[in-house]
């Protein structure tokens, strides 16, 4: 029997799972839009004239009429539901499988997380579960799409509209991504973006944008991000906000590579669907993998399921892949959401609890080869055979 070292190919190099570095021309990017705001006459490092570019570009770019860049993703989403109109006491539709922020941002307005279950394949919210959880106080639903598939927003939007619903969609990892012809974050009242610096168009440092047609939200979201200020008189609060106000040196930075945002997401589906042709045939062995095609598609991370989950992971980490889990318990299982996880027959979500146990995620980022590609989804299919 040959041991790890010897059965692992030396003259390849590890493929790992991320690789947030920044490139060479982002570097010198962030140097030069670092000393073009240091040394800029007019000294303004925060909610200056490159944030106002920056939303203006990225409205245009989803085709949404306002755009509004906050601190980071999680404030994004609080700020979004509260300018939708969300209050304490009124309960929120949320999935039950994905990130942290989905439940806690709800409860950090006061409101009430509800977890609906998620479709098993997808693993993002099931619109006939979520319509079933729909009470007297239900205010909001949150979609949130998830690795490489966007949620059913039609199904979403129609029962919405059903039961009178506001939509704050969580396109924190889909920016760019399109579903029927219809940007990813236009489907709702509002949706966001995230800038965390492993997200599609990442960036070094925390941030995010929200993005709704709706005037009365943009000014809400506006005015909570700064404090509750109207950003024309200072000091005067017109309501309890926070500080979630964007960093002109990453706005600079941003503006200066978005013309290059296609590119970088180009390359992710290019990659997402070389692995989901190479697992089409492991269908009938047990791996569940994304589709191909664009539609509907999103390409953060690329996630199959398979109920040999671990024993994958070891496969691959044997020869040196990185995989990970990111979600290994539902939300509502979590201690800190068990109050809201319900009882009985309405405490079951199948569908979380399998997307939880089954899904893996392999390595997709733009520091990944083509030849890191086919050497992750030649271990795979490996695995399989």
Known sequence: MTTET?????????????????GERDRELLRATLHEVGTDPEQKFILGRRTAALEQALAEQA?????VACGSGTLALALALRAVGVVAGDEVIVPAFGAEPLAATVLSIGA??????????????????????VTEVTRAVVPAHLFTTLADMPAIRALARRHGLA????AAVAQGAKLAGQAAGTWGDAGLYSFFPVKPFGMPGEGA?????????????????????????????????VNSRFDEVLAGYQLGRLDRAGEMLARRAEIA????????????????????????QCHYVYAVQTICRDALAAHLAAQGIGSRVY?????????????????????????????????????????LTDRDAERTADAVS???S
Request: net charge negative; no cysteine.
């Open 6 to 22: 010897t059965s692992r190919t030396p003259a390849l190099a590890d493929v790992p799972y991320a690789d947030a570095r920044l």
């Open 63 to 67: 085709g949404a009429r306002h755009a």
């Open 112 to 133: 009430v997380p509800v977890f609906a279950d998620v479709d098993p394949l997808t693993m993002t919210i099931d619109p006939v579960d979520a319509e079933s959880r």
């Open 167 to 170: 939509v704050v969609e969580d």
């Open 209 to 241: 944008v929200v993005v709704t047609d709706k005037p009365e939200i943009s000014d809400a979201v506006r005015q909570l991000r700064n404090h509750g200020q109207d950003g024309v008189h200072r000091f005067v609060h017109h309501e309890i906000g």
């Open 273 to 296: 669907e070389l692995y989901s042709t190479r697992f089409a045939p492991l269908r009938q062995r047990g791996l569940l993998a994304p589709a191909t095609g664009a539609d509907g």
């Open 327 to 367: 979600y290994p318990v539902p939300l509502p299982r979590l201690p800190a959401f068990a109050a809201y996880a319900g009882e009985s027959s309405n405490g079951r979500r199948p569908g979380a609890e399998l997307a939880a146990a089954r899904h893996l995620a392999l390595p997709l980022h733009l520091g």
């Open 382 to 384: 490996a695995f399989f």
